[in-house]
């Protein structure tokens, strides 16, 4: 006769309580879709293109890539950072933190002292919206890194980037350390 425990070691598998690892895969990334149907791409490519379909919080614009296509809603930690706002750009920490010039002056300090000088024709918008993104990111998430990357919500990002235009009006998504 066995026992209820040498039962149980039958159930038992080696790492069987560990996640497994996956990697996050976009719906809408072409080179991994390649096998879906036509149909089902368009329709979903049509939905992505209305911003009314993805944005919740009203002040999300059109991104030119699907993967940076975020509402702040769809963040659970800017959701829990938001309170009784409608959008985590209305945030005072935001407001504060991503598009105050002084703060954002202080972070560029840092970031010559650990990047080195920039040059002369180096355009001060173009790094204040970089050390921007990276103060949000370390805001909501608490981390930076490499292979700590985050998709930024459209709204952050298209408030960055009108406090800090580019001279030339082109703009670099959301980048994977693969990408570079």
């Not at 950072?81 to 991503?98: E, L, P, R, T």
């Not at 010559?112 to 050390?131: A, N």
Request: charged share 25%.
């Amino acid at each position: 006769m066995t026992t209820d425990i040498e039962e149980l070691e039958f159930f038992v598998q080696p790492y069987q309580f560990e996640p497994s690892a996956r990697r996050v895969q976009f719906n809408n990334d072409s080179s991994e879709n390649d096998s879906s149907s036509s149909s089902d791409a368009s329709e979903s490519e049509g939905q992505l293109h209305d911003v009314t379909y993805w944005c919740t919080c009203g002040n999300c614009q059109q991104m030119q890539v699907p993967r940076d296509r975020k509402c702040c809603n769809d963040c659970l930690q800017c959701v829990e950072k938001m309170g009784q706002h409608s959008c985590i750009c209305q945030h005072d920490g935001f407001v504060a933190n991503c598009l105050n010039p002084h703060v954002l002056e202080v972070s560029f300090y840092e970031y010559i002292e650990q990047q080195g000088p920039v040059g002369d024709d180096e355009p001060i918008h173009e790094i204040y919206r970089y050390i921007a993104y990276r103060r949000f990111t370390r805001w909501i998430w608490h981390v930076l890194g490499k292979k700590k990357r985050k998709v930024i919500p459209s709204c952050v990002v298209n408030k960055i980037r009108e406090t800090f235009p580019s001279s030339s009006g082109t703009y670099t998504g959301f980048k994977y350390p693969d990408d570079y």
